[in-house]
């Protein structure tokens, strides 16, 4: 990374540390991990000015099981408004099962079964009456495989606005392809190829097609399941800058193996971990704590914490 | 391993010698090779055999007939009459009929198992499809004369009771639903998640990811599906012999509620048990000449559909 950010970087971090180790230590004793996340809010608040309390996903209690299989042991944590939210932890840990749980994408599980609750805007949309398609209208996911329809560049973006008939006329629906494209920095590389199948391109520009055509439905929400686990460290800054430019107008959850990246990109982390179950002698995924990027990475309140973002395991 | 049989020199030192294959292992491998190379070529010898025997007999056909009698009233081989529009318009309307029934059940089939479907239910419907598959056509061919003639041709249609070319079709359509069901579900089953997924993440329907995503993707297993049922109800024999309505001759005709012979079914009533067929001196030849029309109509449906995959393929 460049010095100028490297240095920005510090600065808050030390800033942060600061806040916390002069007032509000008592308040932050740190019994659960979301109210941990919430005092330090208002204890940075002047510090981080994109810290708004505005909760967009609050979790709490959230299990999730595959048939008789506990993946993810009582996670509480509250996502806010036009931050990165970064999910990080070793493979097994039931951070991609909880973002799933985002937009019920679960569902397509036969066997997943999800317990607790998991608030939209105050929504719960774990309600028998909510429709999941409405769910997923309204939050995106990209994959950690590029997965571009075996459709034309075109056809990719134009298939949310069309399933979804936001796109009555052509020169709509031509317009919220050029922008979506635009908005993922893919139109000039793509702009006289909207024909061509979108296999044809690279595996760095599918993943920026596959966030151009989740953002073509224009969602409130961006979940990213490892987006840059298949491409090289090229194609992955590419893909961090465009979360850059694109985080003013989406929340966005991230999945990452990548510790680095979360210390980049995202304003708040969640760290989980696999915990074994002494009962049944299974791995169970546990959120062990959630807080600012900058605590988790530099001033961590739990010891599994500090040993896995300081290299010492996983 | 037997330590003392490599050849890598004492002293440590590598050789060309010592990197070279055992002999006796390479004559296995060689033996191997060989004697697969010869199974396939067995394999090609036969069907290079049969289509010799085909043409030689046919072009005989071809050279003695007098063409008037292969354009006439019908098909009457042991009177020197070879009407053989008779015959293909028959395999074509059984065909047909066939396809409009096993097409959009095979198909409704498929995609109830491989997209709807929980995993309990795929698992016990898919094996009794297969057994389905298994049924021996004699007795669909029973079936199609004794229960779907009366019932369906004559309540429905208001045909004959008895063996009716719409009876046949039936029947036929009956005998390739699990043809057809089967090799689509494999097809659509083998259209990876991730584009299910992607689909659904957008807000898509399950019946809008199954019609854009997931049939589009398929579409060259579902042709293949659609190829190999039709090729399966043109070569159809037991089932439009019993239930075509017609015995060893036939006028032309295009109704579906009347009788008639199939290309097999012609063939099937002139050869039976013996190679003396009775009739006039072309009779015999003449089944000759109907096979290769079939085997003909055959390979060319089979060119077009590659050419229509090419076309309209996705690839994933």
């Known amino acids: ?314 | 391993m037997d330590v003392t049989d490599t050849r890598i020199d004492p002293a440590g030192e590598l050789t060309v010698e010592s990197l070279m294959a055992n002999p006796r292992q390479a004559r296995k491998e060689r033996l191997i090779r060989d004697s697969l190379g010869a199974t396939a070529l067995v394999s090609v010898l036969i069907s290079g055999l049969i289509i010799w025997s085909l043409f030689s007999e046919a072009w005989t056909f071809m050279v003695e007939v007098d063409w008037g009698a292969v354009w006439d009233i019908g098909w009457f081989p042991r009177r020197g009459i070879y009407d053989i529009k008779t015959l293909i318009a028959a395999s074509l309307i059984i065909t047909g009929i066939a396809m409009v029934v096993a097409g959009p059940l095979g198909l409704g089939a498929a995609i109830y198992l491989s997209e709807y479907a929980r995993p309990g239910v795929r698992r016990t419907l898919k094996p009794i499809l297969e057994i389905l598959a298994g049924i021996p056509s004699v007795v669909l061919g029973f079936f199609a004369l004794e229960w779907i003639a009366p019932n369906v041709v004559k309540t429905l249609f208001g045909g004959p009771a008895a063996g009716s070319l719409l009876a046949a079709g039936i029947g036929v359509g009956v005998l390739v639903i699990p043809l057809v069901a089967s090799i689509s579900e494999d097809a659509m089953k083998a259209v990876p998640m991730s584009l299910r997924e992607a689909s659904s993440g957008l807000g898509a329907r399950k019946l809008t990811t199954t019609v854009r995503v997931v049939l589009p993707a398929a579409v060259s297993g579902l042709m293949a599906a659609f190829i190999v049922a039709v090729s399966r109800a043109l070569g159809e024999t037991m089932v439009v012999f019993m239930a075509g309505g017609a015995a060893q001759t036939a006028v032309y005709t295009h109704d579906p509620l009347d009788g008639s012979l199939t290309m097999t079914a012609g063939m099937t009533s002139l050869a039976r048990g013996t190679d003396n067929v009775v009739g006039e001196g072309l009779t015999f030849q003449s089944l000759f000449f109907v096979g290769l029309v079939l085997f003909v109509v055959t390979f060319a449906l089979n060119l077009v559909a590659d050419r229509f995959v090419h076309r309209v393929r996705e690839q994933y």
């Not at chain 1, 008789?68 to 509250?78: C, G, L």
């Not at chain 1, 993922?184 to 391109?201: C, Q």
């Not at chain 1, 959850?253 to 074994?276: D, E, G, P």
């Open chain 1, 1 to 314: 990374m460049d010095t100028v950010s490297e240095s920005v970087w510090t600065d808050r971090v030390e800033a942060a540390t600061e806040t916390i180790r002069t007032g509000q230590m008592e308040q932050a004793e740190p019994q659960a991990a979301p109210r941990l996340g919430q005092d330090l809010d208002r204890a940075v608040q002047s510090d981080a000015p994109d810290a708004t309390g505005d909760a967009v996903f609050e979790v709490e209690d959230l299990n999730v099981y595959y048939g008789d299989f506990r993946a993810v042991q009582d996670a509480t944590f509250t996502v806010y408004k036009r931050e990165i939210t970064a999910m990080i932890g070793p493979s097994g840990c039931g951070k991609t099962s909880v973002l799933r749980c985002f937009n019920r994408m679960n569902d397509l599980i036969p066997t997943a079964r999800v317990e607790g609750r998991l608030d939209f805007h105050n929504v719960p949309i774990y309600d028998p009456r909510v429709d999941p398609v409405e769910v997923r209208r309204r939050i995106g996911m990209v994959f950690q495989k590029p997965n571009p329809f075996p459709k034309s560049v075109y056809d990719n973006i134009a298939f949310g606005p069309r399933v979804t008939g936001m796109a009555k006329k052509k020169s709509d629906l031509d317009d919220i392809v050029e922008r979506s494209l635009g908005r993922s920095a893919l139109w000039d590389e793509v702009k006289d190829r909207l024909k061509d199948s979108a296999l044809g391109l690279s595996g760095g520009q599918q993943q920026r097609l596959c966030i151009a055509r989740a953002i073509a439905v224009d969602p409130d929400v961006l979940l990213m399941d490892e987006p840059c686990s298949a491409l090289d460290p090229i194609a992955t800054t590419r893909i961090e800058d465009l979360m850059q430019e694109i985080k003013d107008d989406y929340t966005i959850v991230i999945v990452t193996h990548n510790m680095q990246q979360a210390a980049r990109i995202s304003n708040r982390t969640a760290f989980f971990t696999a915990q074994l179950d002494s009962t049944n002698d299974q791995r169970c995924g546990l959120l062990v704590e959630y807080d600012r990027t900058e605590t988790i990475f530099s001033n961590p309140s739990d010891e599994r914490t500090e040993n896995y973002v300081t290299g010492r395991f996983g």
